[in-house]
């Protein structure tokens, strides 16, 4: 069936439509519908009886197809390759599960997970999944106060981590970050299972901590426990606009059913194909596509612990591809930024055979269109933008890749999924014509998969999605949609960056730079990075009175969001100025900060309070090095 068909068949009969994709799943009790008009935004297959890891492990074992390759763990950071076979994923996840379940981990308890890209982080979510309990990944790059954030918001009865991570040129002890997070957060694990790394090993501590290698040999494998189709599966956070991250929150069925659907008819994979997604576990890409959706639909999936460039070359990418057969590969832009930045003409790809790739998926961030003609002309295969987030866990626009390919228009994510009626509103709400700029919205109900509700706040889901345009989902996104209903995403209406295709909140930056003792006013805002699309730059208005050294307070608010936030904020750069520009009601004007560092020609917006502030900003961010324009 064509997308246009497909796309048309949805609309007429949502209801039919989900009740047919939810045949690719196994169920203990089927639902009795697929849409439920319940909870603040709806539910889906509410109260079917379901479990992930039946779907996405036990059931290929129990189909013959035991021998099967999951999981490639690929890591240049330590030279190895290894692979899990679904039997043998199958037995070390329900040993794990087994490990929980003893120390009293059941349906509704949740998990907080800090680990690397090692197939032991896949075999921890799925544990998790197997027995009902809920799990929450924390990306290794957020530091310990971040954990602790979490830690209080979800409040879990075991936390599983890594003894460490690796990153090019130092190893990141993951163990002392989470000890320093237990101790900083007020709620407290009963337990937590530590999986030791050769490359460091960690201090255990005693009545607390288990050895996972340990544990899981000395456990009874716990069985798979069948959860309503309106369980979470997982709660993830995401950058909100204030320090208190989001918790979104994924309901099991839905969750199975949009990944059982949206691997086939985008990604065009099934059984026995290999999928790469160049991305991590702590994101909700690897959420989706590292760990449930090519397990759940019986492929191999590759886990990369590496980067695009430096690991050890701009050619690894291609190796990986060459070297596992891999037939889709998705990454983000700004890695393949990356690798165009070492290798412009793309020698290195010429240096392996990649037959078997058939596509490349990006997103993350807009994927520009030179990155995109770079790759086509290097690789000789479709490139996929599609757009996407973590409170939908699956691509709202998309080229479908599985269903047929639709012209590709460059700077566009493609089309509408089905499930997701996407519309572009003014500001009172009311639908713009096709090529005029606004905030895009999805008509309720949002389909399978995506967030029913924030983890314990109800109140702010309402208020962060769907207050403002009652009847949609706001997505915190402003573009346009063109005559052939082509999506275009040009900026968030909010006050989250985009830096590496990671999500950042300015605001909680802003937290922290306001902390300093020094520092009476602050503004964070995104610029434009050539390698990571965009990055923070922190304005700093200091104490009157304080005797300071200006680059000296600077090094320190750097020093504070590396420590507090962590590396993945990449936070380098802050200068001193002497005010902020201001509306005449006090409103910090960022964007038009933001438009001066970037070189843009800034008009004085009219509703400044005084206009001479621009000029300050502009030398100091001159004098920082930035391409202001006069
Ligand atoms: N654990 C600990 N630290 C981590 C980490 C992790 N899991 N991931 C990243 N970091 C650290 C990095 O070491 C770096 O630290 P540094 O400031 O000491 O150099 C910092 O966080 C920023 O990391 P990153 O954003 O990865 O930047 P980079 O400069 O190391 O690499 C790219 C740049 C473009 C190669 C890299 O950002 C990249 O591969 N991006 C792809 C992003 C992606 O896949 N996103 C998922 C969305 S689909
Ligand atoms: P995250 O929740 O971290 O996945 O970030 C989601 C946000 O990233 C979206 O709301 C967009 O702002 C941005 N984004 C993701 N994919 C794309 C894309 N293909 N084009 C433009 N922006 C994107």
Same mark, same amino acid.
């Not at 043998?88 to 009293?104: C, I, N, T, W």
């Not at 209080?152 to 997070?181: F, H, N, Q, W």
């Not at 996407?388 to 047929?404: S, Y």
């Given at each position: 069936?064509?997308?246009?068909?497909?796309?048309?068949?949805?609309?007429?009969?949502?209801?039919?439509?989900?009740?047919?994709?939810?045949?690719?799943?196994?169920?203990?009790?089927?639902?009795?519908?697929?849409?439920?008009?319940?909870?603040?935004?709806?539910?889906?297959?509410?109260?079917?009886?379901?479990?992930?890891?039946?779907?996405?492990?036990?059931?290929?074992?129990?189909?013959?197809?035991?021998?099967?390759?999951?999981?490639?763990?690929?890591?240049?950071?330590?030279?190895?390759?290894?692979?899990?076979?679904?039997?043998?994923?199958?037995?070390?996840?329900?040993?794990?599960?087994?490990?929980?379940?003893?120390?009293?981990?059941?349906?509704?308890?949740?998990?907080?997970?800090?680990?690397?890209?090692?197939?032991?982080?896949?075999?921890?979510?799925?544990?998790?999944?197997?027995?009902?309990?809920?799990?929450?990944?924390?990306?290794?790059?957020?530091?310990?106060?971040?954990?602790?954030?979490?830690?209080?918001?979800?409040?879990?009865?075991?936390?599983?981590?890594?003894?460490?991570?690796?990153?090019?040129?130092?190893?990141?002890?993951?163990?002392?970050?989470?000890?320093?997070?237990?101790?900083?957060?007020?709620?407290?694990?009963?337990?937590?299972?530590?999986?030791?790394?050769?490359?460091?090993?960690?201090?255990?501590?005693?009545?607390?901590?288990?050895?996972?290698?340990?544990?899981?040999?000395?456990?009874?494998?716990?069985?798979?426990?069948?959860?309503?189709?309106?369980?979470?599966?997982?709660?993830?956070?995401?950058?909100?606009?204030?320090?208190?991250?989001?918790?979104?929150?994924?309901?099991?069925?839905?969750?199975?059913?949009?990944?059982?659907?949206?691997?086939?008819?985008?990604?065009?994979?099934?059984?026995?194909?290999?999928?790469?997604?160049?991305?991590?576990?702590?994101?909700?890409?690897?959420?989706?596509?590292?760990?449930?959706?090519?397990?759940?639909?019986?492929?191999?999936?590759?886990?990369?612990?590496?980067?695009?460039?430096?690991?050890?070359?701009?050619?690894?990418?291609?190796?990986?591809?060459?070297?596992?057969?891999?037939?889709?590969?998705?990454?983000?832009?700004?890695?393949?930024?990356?690798?165009?930045?070492?290798?412009?003409?793309?020698?290195?790809?010429?240096?392996?055979?990649?037959?078997?790739?058939?596509?490349?998926?990006?997103?993350?961030?807009?994927?520009?269109?030179?990155?995109?003609?770079?790759?086509?002309?290097?690789?000789?295969?479709?490139?996929?933008?599609?757009?996407?987030?973590?409170?939908?866990?699956?691509?709202?626009?998309?080229?479908?890749?599985?269903?047929?390919?639709?012209?590709?228009?460059?700077?566009?994510?493609?089309?509408?999924?089905?499930?997701?009626?996407?519309?572009?509103?003014?500001?009172?709400?009311?639908?713009?014509?096709?090529?005029?700029?606004?905030?895009?919205?999805?008509?309720?109900?949002?389909?399978?998969?995506?967030?029913?509700?924030?983890?314990?706040?109800?109140?702010?889901?309402?208020?962060?999605?769907?207050?403002?345009?009652?009847?949609?989902?706001?997505?915190?996104?402003?573009?346009?949609?063109?005559?052939?209903?082509?999506?275009?995403?040009?900026?968030?209406?909010?006050?989250?960056?985009?830096?590496?295709?990671?999500?950042?909140?300015?605001?909680?930056?802003?937290? $922290?730079?306001?902390? +300093?003792?020094? *520092? #009476?006013?602050?503004? %964070?805002?995104? =610029?434009? &990075?050539?390698?990571?699309?965009? !990055?923070?730059?922190?304005?700093?208005?200091?104490?009157?009175? $304080?005797?300071?050294? +200006?680059?000296? *307070? #600077?090094?320190?608010? %750097?020093?504070? =969001?590396? &420590?507090?936030?962590?590396?993945? !904020?990449?936070?380098?750069?802050?200068?001193?100025?002497?005010?902020?520009?201001?509306?005449?009601?006090?409103?910090?004007?960022?964007?038009?900060?933001?438009?001066?560092?970037?070189?843009?020609?800034?008009?004085?917006?009219?509703?400044?309070?005084?206009?001479?502030?621009?000029?300050?900003?502009?030398?100091?961010?001159?004098?920082?090095?930035?391409?202001?324009?006069?």
């Amino acid at each position: 069936m064509a997308y246009q068909d497909l796309y048309a068949a949805w609309k007429a009969d949502p209801e039919r439509f989900w009740t047919e994709a939810a045949q690719a799943i196994d169920w203990t009790r089927p639902p009795s519908a697929a849409h439920f008009d319940q909870g603040p935004a709806g539910e889906w297959f509410a109260d079917g009886l379901v479990n992930t890891c039946w779907n996405a492990i036990d059931r290929h074992v129990e189909a013959g197809h035991g021998d099967r390759i999951a999981i490639i763990h690929d890591s240049p950071m330590t030279n190895s390759v290894s692979r899990l076979t679904y039997a043998q994923l199958q037995d070390r996840v329900a040993r794990l599960a087994g490990v929980l379940v003893a120390r009293g981990v059941g349906k509704g308890d949740r998990v907080i997970l800090y680990m690397p890209m090692i197939p032991e982080a896949v075999q921890a979510m799925l544990a998790c999944a197997r027995i009902g309990a809920i799990h929450s990944v924390v990306f290794g790059g957020f530091a310990a106060h971040e954990l602790a954030v979490r830690i209080d918001d979800a409040r879990p009865k075991a936390i599983i981590a890594a003894s460490c991570g690796l990153e090019p040129g130092r190893t990141v002890a993951y163990k002392p970050l989470m000890d320093r997070a237990i101790d900083e957060a007020r709620h407290k694990p009963d337990f937590c299972i530590v999986f030791q790394r050769p490359e460091c090993t960690a201090a255990m501590t005693p009545g607390r901590d288990l050895d996972w290698a340990e544990a899981t040999a000395a456990a009874t494998p716990a069985p798979c426990v069948p959860v309503e189709g309106n369980h979470p599966a997982y709660i993830l956070y995401t950058s909100g606009t204030t320090g208190q991250p989001k918790g979104v929150v994924r309901h099991t069925a839905g969750h199975l059913v949009a990944l059982a659907w949206s691997v086939r008819h985008i990604y065009d994979i099934g059984a026995g194909d290999v999928f790469w997604v160049a991305s991590d576990v702590g994101w909700v890409v690897g959420h989706s596509y590292i760990v449930y959706g090519p397990l759940v639909a019986g492929a191999t999936t590759v886990v990369f612990e590496g980067k695009p460039v430096g690991t050890p070359d701009a050619g690894t990418f291609w190796r990986v591809i060459a070297d596992h057969g891999v037939k889709s590969f998705f990454t983000a832009p700004t890695a393949i930024r990356a690798v165009k930045r070492d290798d412009p003409s793309g020698a290195m790809v010429g240096q392996y055979d990649l037959s078997s790739l058939k596509a490349v998926f990006l997103a993350g961030e807009r994927a520009d269109p030179d990155t995109i003609t770079w790759t086509e002309d290097r690789l000789k295969v479709p490139v996929i933008d599609h757009w996407w987030q973590t409170e939908t866990g699956w691509a709202i626009a998309a080229n479908p890749l599985g269903v047929g390919l639709l012209p590709i228009k460059k700077g566009s994510p493609s089309l509408p999924m089905p499930g997701y009626d996407v519309q572009v509103l003014d500001e009172a709400g009311h639908p713009v014509p096709p090529g005029t700029l606004g905030a895009i919205a999805i008509k309720l109900p949002l389909p399978p998969g995506t967030l029913p509700t924030l983890w314990n706040a109800e109140a702010r889901f309402r208020k962060s999605y769907l207050d403002h345009f009652p009847g949609y989902y706001e997505t915190g996104d402003a573009g346009y949609i063109d005559d052939d209903g082509y999506v275009y995403i040009m900026a968030r209406t909010d006050d989250v960056i985009n830096v590496a295709g990671h999500r950042l909140s300015t605001g909680s930056m802003e937290e $922290v730079l306001a902390s +300093h003792p020094a *520092v #009476a006013e602050c503004a %964070v805002i995104g =610029v434009a &990075d050539a390698l990571k699309g965009q !990055a923070p730059l922190g304005l700093l208005c200091l104490k009157k009175g $304080v005797e300071t050294d +200006h680059a000296q *307070v #600077a090094a320190e608010v %750097v020093r504070m =969001v590396r &420590d507090r936030i962590g590396p993945v !904020a990449a936070f380098k750069t802050a200068c001193v100025v002497d005010r902020l520009p201001k509306t005449r009601s006090g409103k910090i004007l960022r964007a038009t900060m933001a438009k001066i560092a970037d070189g843009e020609e800034v008009k004085t917006p009219a509703t400044i309070d005084d206009p001479a502030i621009l000029d300050e900003i502009r030398a100091a961010l001159a004098g920082v090095g930035y391409p202001v324009r006069n």
